[in-house]
Each structure stands twice: as structure tokens, then as C-alpha cells.
């Protein structure tokens, strides 16, 4: 998709319970329901690899490659803006009005 700057990864609940602690640090929690935010994603295998960019203790950003089984996931949204994200009302733009003669 052009313009596409990441992916929102939701997973069944009884996958994050099986997960447990070790996906906690990934998971983003908002209203549309905890998820994980990727740049890039590979659904080509048994696993589903994530590409997640982060900043460790010095600030520096990480590259981190997470990876989880396929059947885990629920659902794969792409998202243009990570801000924009979610479920709710879209607006559209104003389009200018054209003058007429």
C-alpha cells in the first residue's frame, strides 16, 4: 500500500494469555483493544514475523523482529499514521469551493 507507514497485529485473548508477560512490553493498550505496531510484517510461514522500531535506555532507536505463531493473530490492520490510528468517524476534507462566472 503506498503511503503505508506500519501495521496494527491484534490477537485472540486467549493467545495474549498465553503469551503472557513476555508480549506485554509490545503491545500498545487504546480503546480499539491491546495491539502490537509494526513498520513491516511477513505472514509467508507458520510464524508471523513483525519488524517493531523502539528506542532502548539511551534513546538510540532498535530494530526489534518479533515473531508469533500465525494462528495467535486475529486480525492485521494497515495504517497510514500510527496518531491516526483506529475504529472511529472519519472526516473528510474540505474541498475548496470553485468560483463560479
Do not use: W
Request: with cysteine; net charge negative; proline share 8%.
Amino acid at each position: 500500500m503506498n503511503g503505508n507507514t506500519g501495521y496494527a497485529v491484534f490477537f485472540f485473548p486467549q493467545a495474549l494469555e498465553a503469551l503472557g508477560e513476555a508480549i506485554k512490553p509490545y503491545l500498545t493498550d487504546q480503546p480499539d483493544g491491546p495491539h502490537i505496531f509494526c513498520r513491516e510484517i511477513d505472514t509467508g510461514g507458520a510464524f508471523t514475523e513483525m519488524t517493531l522500531v523502539g528506542k532502548n535506555a539511551e534513546g538510540h532507536e532498535v530494530q526489534v523482529e518479533l515473531m508469533i505463531p500465525g494462528s495467535m493473530i486475529r486480525m492485521i490492520v494497515s495504517a497510514q499514521n500510527e496518531s491516526l490510528f483506529g475504529f472511529g468517524p472519519r472526516v473528510a476534507a474540505a474541498t475548496p469551493s470553485t468560483p463560479t462566472a
